[in-house]
């Protein structure tokens, strides 16, 4: 009786004019007896005694009992033919693990790119969206945020900068004050959307600046730094085109004791007539 064994970190850029950012089991032999000749007299068997197979419970399936005669049986242990079957070869386990290599590679690089399509952190430099963040914070965008919808006044932003101060690619960061439509003004210290003031909850935002009324364009957003007086925003280069805007910050995460949600806000005003 045999017995079976079981088998990278993005900078914001921001400064005074603006942030930018099996073992097989083995099978049974039916090999032929060993030793079939030179049978020597035999005793005559008892035509009553049943013939019970030898066993030897202690051996695997590396071996197996081979019965000689017809009498009281002669019992040699021999290598089972199938000790080795099914066993994988040297070459067949090294080809199986570099299977497994290169499909643990290429899934982490899947799941790296798929999650760069989702989310990405920037380094804030600069002081243009004081007081709410501050130079050398770490953040998460969310840019899977505007997959489906649209920024939102008082969303803030991330996006390429359509607005060349160098040969150096920038991404900034700025608060949504106008949308596609929203006709923005600015003076007497206020900003006004669709000729309305705008009430800003986050933060002191002294304005030394005007800026005439002008309505914004189809896919065109209005954007400003919340350190209104050191921002470089669509007060002095105009309105930002929706193609350019990467994603919505939504977490600090470094340094820790400022962890927490980015201050998106939510800026009331009247519809565009």
Same mark, same amino acid.
């Given at each position: 009786?045999?017995?079976?064994?079981?088998? +990278?970190? %993005?900078?914001?850029?921001?400064? #005074? !004019? /603006?942030?930018?950012? $099996?073992? *097989?089991?083995? +099978?049974? %032999?039916?090999?032929?007896?060993? #030793? !079939? /000749?030179?049978?020597? $007299?035999? *005793?005559?068997?008892?035509?009553?005694?049943?013939?019970?197979?030898? !066993?030897?419970?202690?051996?695997?399936?590396?071996?197996?009992?081979?019965?000689?005669?017809?009498?009281?049986?002669?019992?040699?242990?021999?290598?089972?033919?199938?000790?080795?079957?099914?066993?994988?070869?040297?070459?067949?386990?090294?080809?199986?693990?570099?299977?497994?290599?290169?499909?643990?590679?290429?899934?982490?690089?899947?799941?790296?790119?798929?999650?760069?399509?989702?989310?990405?952190?920037?380094?804030?430099?600069?002081?243009?969206?004081?007081?709410?963040?501050?130079?050398?914070?770490?953040?998460?965008?969310?840019?899977?945020?505007?997959?489906?919808?649209?920024?939102?006044?008082?969303?803030?932003?991330?996006?390429?900068?359509?607005?060349?101060?160098?040969?150096?690619?920038?991404?900034?960061?700025?608060?949504?004050?106008?949308?596609?439509?929203?006709?923005?003004?600015?003076?007497?210290?206020?900003?006004?959307?669709?000729?309305?003031?705008?009430?800003?909850?986050?933060?002191?935002?002294?304005?030394?600046?005007?800026?005439?009324?002008?309505?914004?364009?189809?896919?065109?957003?209005?954007?400003?730094?919340?350190?209104?007086?050191?921002?470089?925003?669509?007060?002095?280069?105009?309105?930002?085109?929706?193609?350019?805007?990467?994603?919505?910050?939504?977490?600090?995460?470094?340094?820790?004791?400022?962890?927490?949600?980015?201050?998106?806000?939510?800026?009331?005003?009247?519809?565009?007539?």
């Amino acid at each position: 009786m045999s017995t079976n064994l079981p088998a +990278s970190q %993005a900078p914001i850029h921001s400064y #005074d !004019e /603006g942030d930018t950012l $099996p073992l *097989a089991r083995p +099978s049974e %032999a039916k090999g032929r007896g060993v #030793d !079939e /000749g030179n049978r020597g $007299p035999q *005793a005559p068997r008892d035509a009553g005694e049943p013939r019970e197979p030898t !066993e030897f419970p202690w051996l695997d399936d590396r071996f197996r009992l081979v019965q000689k005669g017809q009498g009281a049986g002669t019992v040699v242990v021999a290598p089972s033919v199938a000790a080795n079957h099914g066993q994988p070869s040297a070459g067949a386990r090294a080809g199986r693990l570099l299977v497994e290599v290169l499909e643990t590679v290429i899934l982490t690089l899947l799941i790296f790119v798929l999650m760069r399509g989702v989310i990405q952190n920037y380094r804030i430099e600069g002081f243009s969206m004081e007081p709410n963040l501050h130079q050398g914070q770490f953040l998460i965008v969310n840019k899977a945020a505007y997959y489906v919808g649209e920024p939102q006044r008082g969303d803030i932003v991330v996006f390429e900068s359509p607005w060349t101060i160098s040969d150096e690619e920038r991404d900034y960061i700025k608060r949504v004050i106008g949308l596609p439509g929203d006709t923005i003004e600015i003076r007497e210290n206020r900003v006004y959307v669709n000729d309305q003031p705008i009430e800003e909850e986050y933060g002191p935002n002294p304005i030394n600046y005007q800026y005439p009324r002008t309505t914004m364009g189809p896919d065109e957003y209005f954007v400003l730094g919340d350190n209104r007086s050191a921002s470089r925003d669509s007060h002095l280069e105009g309105p930002l085109e929706r193609r350019y805007i990467i994603g919505k910050a939504a977490f600090i995460y470094l340094p820790v004791g400022d962890a927490g949600r980015v201050p998106n806000a939510t800026i009331d005003a009247a519809a565009p007539q």
